[in-house]
């Protein structure tokens, strides 16, 4: 079965500083991992994602994440944090097999303070 | 990139009506859906995935009888939800599914959110 972990529940950071946004996966098989956004009351927004290709994914408003199979992790970063950033990101992994069946993270809502 | 369009973008009803979400594929064919719940502060649930022309499939603990799914076409999904109470009060949102080869790529409506007084 695949899952994914979102380490953070919430994080904060100040206008200009690094965002971390900290995710694990479980997979049998070589997972394709997302990062989505979603502003309060909205649909959903693919940042980027992970297909087997690269390691170091380029997304959209200059978010990357880094797909690491020795730490099973796929963390999302960005150098410089925006107000407009603030959001819900949730960490998504396809099912295998499955037609674009997705399982969701917790999620993590990022703060951005002035 | 592809559009999937939901409707209504809200919607109130009362007590024991029945509602219905639709979901459209505006620019491609999709023959698998899925529909998902969001409850406040928290993630998406899968609830079902429909499948065109044949029955939806359900995750545990979803009750098929009160949450009606048709994929009569390769664009359109429907979701019913039947005999509404406020416990089903929630942001209901569907994907679609693209295929493209050696890739299947999901894409979002913008998501229903529904009260039941």
């Known amino acids: 079965a695949q899952s994914v972990t979102q380490l953070d529940s919430h994080v904060s950071v100040s206008e200009g500083t690094p965002v971390l946004l900290r995710c694990n996966y479980s997979?049998?098989?070589?997972?394709?991992l997302f990062w989505y956004v979603q502003h309060p009351n909205k649909g959903l927004q693919l940042l980027l994602k992970y297909t087997s290709a690269a390691t170091l994914v380029k997304g959209i408003n200059g978010f990357e994440a880094e797909f690491k199979k020795s730490e099973t992790s796929f963390h999302l970063t960005k150098p410089s944090a925006h107000m407009s950033d603030a959001a819900e990101y949730f960490c998504v992994v396809s099912v295998v097999f499955q037609g674009g069946k997705l399982i969701f993270g917790q999620g993590t809502e990022l703060s951005v303070k002035p | 990139g592809a559009v999937v369009s939901q409707h209504p973008s809200w919607v109130i009803c009362k007590s024991g009506t029945s509602v219905k979400i639709e979901c459209r594929s505006l620019?491609?064919?999709?023959?698998?859906m899925f529909w998902y719940r969001q409850f406040p502060k928290q993630s998406l649930m899968l609830m079902a995935t429909?499948?065109?022309?044949?029955?939806?499939?359900?995750e545990q603990g979803v009750e098929k009888d009160k949450f009606l799914i048709n994929h009569a076409s390769l664009t359109l999904s429907t979701l019913t939800v039947t005999s509404a109470h406020p416990e089903d009060s929630s942001f209901y949102i569907c994907s679609a599914s693209r295929y493209r080869t050696g890739d299947t790529e999901a894409f979002f409506g913008q998501g229903t959110r529904l009260t039941v007084v």
């Open positions: 620019d491609f064919q999709a023959t698998t």
């Open positions: 429909s499948n065109e022309g044949s029955k939806a499939t359900y």
């Open positions: 997979s049998s098989y070589s997972p394709s």
